[in-house]
């Protein structure tokens, strides 16, 4: 008999992580499982660590294949995946006991295509919990999944764009569990980040939404999110990135469009674009980029003069942001590059003062040290 949750976990290079994320696979509480290890290439140890692990363990299902990315290694999972509902893990993540115990039960008692669950940002010294302000167990039904959950994934309304740091905290696969057929009868895969430099969980997401009838958020944290691998390919300075965030943007612009979803989700589209100015900027000026001073303010100069993002920003209402964001983005809308990329600057001081002053507040914390923390600037 097929089993009833297929767990997809792409692996490169994690030798560090490895154990202790399938160490919480193999003793979550749903044992009605394929876990489905895609190696892609790996070149440490984490090889032998799966091997290991799969001689006591025939839930295990190992895949070796040539490096191509995280893109394709969920794809190869997905098309050997026998579970009626899958969920996907990142090999340097964890999660908490119960997780699909939780996920499954709800999806089948609500009869639901997408279950999701909260997270806790892990840091290594200290704890975070991603809190949402609704309550324990929302549905989502019908048009409410597209009105509701599919507009929060293209982009925030006006006053969600307030909050910068909530931009793609819905759009995660590794905190969900979605129905196979879902996946399968709409030919759903991931596309590769060559492409689109990030946010493929987010792109998968908008299509599997959009032929959702039916998704269930569990307002618990289930899921424990590892942000203190300095090895990530998130950590590290994109030449490529203002390039294939416009592919991105086009994606979903087309998208758009082919499913006639109307003005307000091109709005918030324009949104995303516009937020989406602080991320690049945090990746020009960032230590790891070795360009000149000079030259990093021209690349600054040059994602501000691009005509999709100055159009996007042209339009971005900012009557709901902070003092600080207003200056953020009169800076970026103007062109302004010196006062942009001291802003900048400042906001990258401030996110890792900010780090430090929670590591030590959960230090000196008796209980569990879980304090909120935004996900992005």
Request: glycine fraction near 6%.
């Amino acid at each position: 008999m097929n089993p009833k949750i297929s767990i997809i976990v792409p692996i490169y290079n994690v030798e560090k992580y490895l154990s202790r994320c399938l160490e919480s696979l193999l003793n979550q509480k749903f044992t009605d499982a394929e876990i489905i290890c895609i190696n892609d290439g790996s070149t440490d140890q984490s090889g032998n660590i799966l091997h290991d692990f799969q001689k006591n363990h025939p839930e295990l299902i190992v895949m070796n294949k040539r490096n191509n990315g995280v893109s394709e290694a969920r794809n190869d999972g997905l098309r050997i995946a026998k579970g009626e509902y899958i969920g996907f893990v990142d090999p340097d993540d964890w999660i908490h006991p119960a997780m699909y115990h939780e996920l499954y039960e709800t999806a089948v008692k609500e009869n639901a295509d997408i279950v999701m669950s909260s997270y806790v940002r892990e840091f290594g010294t200290h704890s975070n919990v991603k809190k949402f302000s609704c309550h324990p167990v929302v549905v989502y039904r019908d048009s409410e999944v597209q009105s509701i959950f599919l507009k929060r994934l293209i982009g925030p309304t006006d006053k969600e764009a307030a909050s910068p740091e909530n931009l793609d905290s819905w759009g995660t696969v590794w905190s969900k569990l979605y129905r196979a057929e879902l996946i399968k009868n709409h030919h759903l895969y991931f596309t590769d980040l060559k492409l689109i430099g990030s946010n493929e969980d987010t792109l998968f997401n908008i299509h599997a939404v959009y032929h959702a009838h039916s998704i269930v958020f569990i307002n618990k944290p289930l899921y424990h999110y590892w942000r203190a691998n300095e090895s990530s390919v998130t950590t590290k300075y994109n030449s490529k990135l203002t390039g294939q965030f416009l592919t991105l943007y086009q994606i979903m612009e087309t998208f758009i469009k082919d499913k006639n979803l109307g003005y307000e989700y091109t709005a918030v589209l324009k949104n995303r674009i516009s937020l989406n100015t602080l991320g690049l900027g945090l990746n020009t000026i960032s230590k790891s980029n070795k360009s000149s001073f000079a030259e990093r303010s021209g690349q600054l100069k040059e994602i501000i003069s691009n005509d999709q993002i100055k159009r996007a920003l042209r339009q971005f209402n900012t009557s709901h942001c902070s003092v600080a964001w207003k200056t953020f983005f009169f800076f970026a809308k103007t062109g302004f590059v010196p006062g942009l990329f001291l802003m900048l600057t400042l906001i990258e001081f401030l996110r890792k003062t900010v780090r430090q002053g929670e590591k030590n507040e959960s230090d000196e914390s008796a209980s569990s040290g879980n304090h909120h923390e935004p996900r992005r600037a």
